[in-house]
């Protein structure tokens, strides 16, 4: 069995989307937070980078873009340099770099989950699940014996009696029919007359 993992690509364009989202917060009012987005493409440029020398990455079937984005680890430092000598704008001082990395250590807020609350929930969901197949199970258990009762009775009765009654589950006349044998002998009751799709009886 071959075991996968999320693509990087995929990834990498959500790191980018939480970059923006984060960075345009900061920004101040209406105007400059939609200049800060509009221009977002042309200042931030992305690289997914291969670190395990073991993977595999065909480029002759990828597109110009991706081809540009995907880079072996050691081919960071030179592409870093690439990029930069060809960029046009003003490159970034210690200082603000530094600042910018602070930005980011200060917006960043960990997710701190409790496993233990958790497992606890997921145990509940399973025992309630299970309680209501139970249910179910012992619903369809009593259902069928009711048939089985039923088909007892009908088979054991005389040949029935119309009558003007009708039905309370499915509509059709009621009609009366006889024990003929087994310990109610002689015993009278309503049974449906659309048995065996209706199982309705009524005792006299």
């Not at 937070?33 to 690289?47: I, P, Q, T, W």
């Not at 009765?157 to 109610?184: E, F, H, Q, W, Y």
């Amino acid at each position: 069995m071959k075991e996968g993992i999320y693509s990087p690509v995929t990834q990498n364009q959500r790191h980018l989307n939480v970059l923006k989202e984060c960075r345009k917060e900061a920004k101040g009012n209406f105007i400059l937070k939609a200049a800060f987005e509009h221009y977002f493409e042309d200042n931030y440029k992305s690289l997914i980078v291969l670190a395990n020398p073991k993977t595999y990455f065909n480029y002759k079937f990828a597109p110009k873009e991706l081809r540009d984005k995907v880079i072996r680890a050691d081919q960071l430092v030179e592409t870093i340099k690439k990029v930069n000598e060809q960029s046009k704008d003003k490159s970034y001082s210690e200082k603000e770099m530094r600042d910018i990395a602070q930005f980011y250590l200060d917006a960043n807020r960990p997710d701190r989950s409790d496993y233990a609350d958790k497992y606890e929930k997921m145990v509940q969901k399973i025992e309630v699940q299970m309680d209501t197949s139970n249910k179910s199970e012992k619903s369809i258990d009593k259902d069928n014996n009711k048939s089985e009762l039923f088909d007892k009775k009908v088979s054991n009765a005389d040949k029935s009696t119309s009558t003007d009654k009708l039905c309370p589950k499915c509509g059709a006349n009621l009609v009366i029919r006889k024990v003929k044998k087994g310990d109610n002998v002689g015993k009278s009751f309503y049974g449906c007359s659309n048995f065996p799709k209706c199982r309705y009886t009524e005792n006299i």
